[in-house]
């Protein structure tokens, strides 16, 4: 069964980096497929930021791109996500999921979760 | 980037039939997906693709689409179903570039 976990944490100061760490476990990264992030403010909808292939490759959020990096550490089967230069908007529910292609486009697996508020 | 436009809320009563619906460009070209989520949980995928549902998920989840709407119908709702829906879906302005729908409240009566 694959498990994602999500970790890092929970305040950030505005201006700062946001970084979290996906784990996964239950299947290799290096063996394909994509994985993403998203992110839910508290009482809104689903937000997709950006996905990570194993081999790399990156794909981006528009209205996020200039500010998200997303890398992938497969010896550690893990990916990451680092937002910079945060505010209260990015205050949110963030989640770590493996994404499907194909003629649909779906997270099959996601992470419980976790909240990071933006906050001095 | 593309948009998939759903209600806001819908209800329907016990053991009905309720459909909730998803639009926008990206449709002709990609299926929808569906997810669940109920507060405090992550989402749940409940249909992918033309209309298949992953290990877990009840029959009476289905999914449909036509043009530019994809449809998620629940056939005989249970109390259990009332939740948040999101429809999500390729955004054709970008490789391999995702959206979401902005979710539909769904309640049971």
């Known amino acids: 069964q694959v498990q994602?976990?999500?970790?890092?944490p929970g305040l950030v100061k505005p201006s700062e980096t946001l970084s979290l760490t996906c784990a996964v476990s239950g299947y290799s990264i290096s063996s394909g497929y994509y994985w993403g992030w998203i992110r839910q403010p508290p009482g809104k909808g689903l937000e997709w930021i950006g996905s990570i292939y194993h081999s790399g490759s990156?794909?981006?959020n528009p209205s996020l791109k200039s500010?998200?990096?997303?890398s992938v550490d497969t010896s550690k089967n893990q990916f990451s996500l680092k937002l910079s230069s945060v505010t209260a908007a990015d205050t949110a529910v963030y989640y770590c999921a493996r994404l499907v292609v194909g003629t649909a486009y779906y997270f099959d697996y996601w992470g419980q979760g976790t909240l990071v508020t933006v906050s001095s | 980037s593309s948009e998939l436009t759903q209600d806001p809320a819908v209800s329907v009563a016990l053991g009905q039939t309720v459909r909730i619906t998803c639009q926008g460009d990206s449709l002709?070209?990609?299926y929808a997906s569906w997810y669940q989520q109920k507060p405090g949980q992550a989402p749940v995928l409940v249909i992918y693709g033309k209309n298949n549902?992953?290990?877990?998920?009840?029959?009476?989840?289905?999914g449909s689409s036509s043009g530019n709407t994809a449809s998620l119908t629940i056939t005989g709702a249970q109390a259990e179903d009332e939740a948040?829906?999101?429809?999500n879906?390729?955004?054709?302005?970008?490789?391999h570039h995702v959206v979401f729908g902005g979710g539909t409240k769904l309640t049971v009566l």
């Open chain 1, 4 to 8: 994602l976990q999500e970790s890092g």
């Open chain 1, 58 to 60: 990156t794909y981006y």
């Open chain 1, 67 to 70: 500010r998200v990096t997303i």
């Open chain 2, 28 to 30: 002709r070209s990609y």
């Open chain 2, 53 to 62: 549902r992953p290990s877990g998920i009840p029959d009476r989840f289905s």
């Open chain 2, 84 to 87: 948040d829906y999101y429809c």
């Open chain 2, 89 to 95: 879906s390729r955004d054709s302005s970008g490789n």
